[in-house]
């Protein structure tokens, strides 16, 4: 089951530029717009928790 889109309209990064935020339903992931950060979906929940966010492969070479 994919995340309802109206739920992702209103999705945004927890950090506080609250950025929007791009959904992968392959990944199952959603990857903030601004700072990159990767935040999971498990059993179709957003977990937007800051500390259990990932960086970008981008930021991660830096």
């Given at each position: 089951m ?26 199952q992931t ?7 950060r ?9 977990v ?7 960086g ?7």
């Amino acid at each position: 089951m994919a995340l309802d889109p109206q739920l992702l309209e209103i999705l945004a990064c927890p950090d506080t530029h609250h950025a929007p935020l791009d959904y992968d339903p392959v990944g199952q992931t959603l990857t903030c717009t601004e700072c990159r950060r990767i935040f999971e979906v498990r059993d179709d929940v957003p977990v937007l928790l800051l500390d259990e966010a990932r960086g970008s492969a981008a930021q991660e070479e830096k």
